[in-house]
């Protein structure tokens, strides 16, 4: 086992890599779905706003201008 | 009208792409490691720190691929005006310079111990050095402008101003004197690499591919997000000011 984790001797550059790898990739998946996450929640709570309480019918589903 | 229509169609299909991707990820991400890490036998010259290329190269192609995704966006950004088109870039960039930053450090980490040196300035290295500025330059313009519009197709044209450094990227190892080993999977001739070292090289490839998909799909539905909140915060203060 301790075999393993020295990789030859190498162990530190490996292990080093493949931790600084993963942590990077886990980081920035994990940043764009909590963004994501919680712009969804924002956008599902303005909408039952506006439906309650707005009477125009320019809302965003039928625009006139067309503007994302 | 349309403009809007496409988002949604675009969301639909992302929704259904992403579980693929995702069980893909799964399915790869696993069994590549098993063969990185554990099944793959030393290299002969290079011993265990070979190990160091199943990430190192997969996260260098995505650096590459990532940046074809950029600057294919941008092109279609400023030719056609795609909505959908400047968001996707805006979407690939942080990611591919995360993967950038990766192949640089991983590659840093794999010198030290096969080259004695951490970094040397050839070809290799510092046109994918040159490939990490691009991708900051990038997303530095668009924080710099206020007007979406306008900060996107600043960044579009850097974007693909920029794409003539991949090729020198991919030739630098030919074209100059370097430490950097000269490429063994994507030849005319075909792979010269072995067998049982590309095996692993591949899963992982799959793997940081199906990882790019979710990712940048994420980030597409946030800015598409985005971009409707703020239409809509807008209806919002029209009907109550």
């Known amino acids: 086992m301790a075999d393993f984790f020295a990789m030859g001797g190498h162990g530190t550059f490996i292990w080093l890599s493949y931790g600084i790898v993963f942590l990077a990739l886990i980081i920035i998946a994990i940043m764009s779905f909590i963004e994501l996450r919680s712009l969804e929640a924002k956008l599902n709570k303005l909408k039952r706003n506006n439906k309650r309480s707005s009477k125009t019918t320019d809302t965003p589903e039928n625009n006139s201008t067309g503007k994302v | ?241």
């Open chain 2, 1 to 241: 009208m349309h403009i809007f229509a496409n988002p949604a169609r675009f969301v639909r299909l992302a929704n259904k792409i992403l579980p693929w991707a995702i069980g893909v990820l799964a399915l790869c991400l696993p069994y590549g490691l098993y063969l990185a890490i554990v099944a793959s036998p030393p290299d002969y010259q290079q011993g265990d720190s070979v190990r160091i290329m199943y990430i190192h190269v997969p996260s260098a192609w995505m650096a590459m691929f990532t940046y074809m995704v950029m600057a294919s966006a941008s092109l279609a950004a400023i030719v056609w005006r795609h909505p959908l088109a400047l968001i996707a870039g805006k979407a690939a960039a942080p990611i591919g310079a995360t993967f950038t930053a990766l192949a640089l450090i991983t590659g840093a980490l794999w010198g030290k111990p096969m080259w004695g040196t951490y970094w040397v300035w050839d070809g290799r290295l510092t046109s994918v050095l040159i490939l990490f500025f691009l991708y900051l330059g990038y997303m530095a313009i668009w924080q710099a402008m206020d007007d979406e519009e306008t900060a996107g197709r600043a960044a579009s044209i850097l974007a693909l101003v920029g794409v003539v450094n991949l090729p020198i990227i991919k030739f630098s190892v030919d074209w100059w004197n370097t430490l950097h080993q000269p490429a063994s999977v994507i030849r005319l001739d075909g792979p010269t690499i072995h067998a049982d070292l590309l095996g692993p090289l591949l899963w992982m490839a799959v793997a940081m591919k199906a990882y790019f998909i979710i990712v940048f799909l994420w980030r597409m539905k946030l800015e598409i997000n985005k971009r409707k909140l703020a239409v809509l915060q807008m209806s919002v203060v029209n009907a109550h000011g």
